[in-house]
């Protein structure tokens, strides 16, 4: 079953302007991560936020971290045509079970229009 | 290498046959997934290598997958009796021992016909 679930599932916006994708979980969770996905293939880990963290920052990314609420934001600044992907968050839990309990969302697939 | 390394990167393959897929991990990761994904879907995880651990099995959808781990590095993943449902990209991911980002792989897109 999903645990993250990402918010939109779709995003377009025009190059230049933020993106903010959001992410719901249902459990405790020990962390965070937000990975990107281009073409269907890889994923690339982007930042792993813990689940005693509130926000942090990497380059362009923003994530925050609301505990209280199960939620988490992504935030990309000045949003170029190669942030085009799709993003998924994954979920570190603190029940354990398969892969360390990290389950991920189905992903929002973010396009950025020149 | 310096990245995860998946083989083949493309596989069709007609029903009923046996597929092998092949995941070569970070040199030093001691721990191996092996995730599915289908198209538009997020990721399922299907099973997990961790050191000289018994694998997490508790993803596999059927006793049609099986995984190995040899010596602790290379894994394959074999699919037998391939069903159409089993069409989909095959990722497998390593990292090190505790927590922290998974590197994935490119991944291997099956199309059973």
């Known amino acids: 079953s999903q645990q993250g679930e990402e918010d939109p599932q779709a995003l377009s916006i025009q190059e230049g302007e933020n993106a903010t994708m959001n992410c719901s979980y249902k459990t405790s969770i020990n962390n965070l991560q937000w990975y990107r996905q281009n073409s269907g293939r890889g994923l690339v880990h982007l930042i792993l936020?813990?689940?005693?963290?509130r926000e942090k920052h990497s380059g362009r990314l923003r994530v925050t971290l609301d505990t209280s609420k199960k939620s988490s934001s992504l935030l990309i600044t000045a949003s170029r045509a190669a942030d085009t992907a799709s993003y998924f968050c994954a979920t570190g839990s603190t029940s354990g079970g398969g892969a360390d309990g990290l389950t991920f969302g189905k992903g929002t697939h973010l396009i950025i229009q020149p | 290498g310096a990245g995860v390394s998946q083989s083949p990167s493309n596989k069709v393959t007609e029903k009923g046959k046996d597929v092998e897929l092949r995941c070569d991990p970070i040199?030093?990761?001691?721990?191996l997934y092996w995730y599915r994904q289908s198209l538009g879907q997020g990721l399922e995880f299907l099973i997990y290598?961790?050191?000289?651990?018994?694998?997490?099995k508790s993803g596999l959808p059927s006793d049609r997958f099986s995984a190995e781990r040899t010596g602790g590095s290379v894994s394959t993943l074999t699919i037998q009796r391939t069903q159409q449902e089993d069409s989909a990209v095959y990722l497998c991911a390593s990292r090190t021992s505790g927590s922290g980002g998974y590197t994935f792989g490119s991944g291997t897109r099956l199309t059973v016909v």
């Open positions: 040199s030093g990761h001691t721990a």
């Open positions: 936020i813990r689940s005693n963290e």
């Open positions: 290598f961790q050191g000289n651990s018994a694998p997490d």
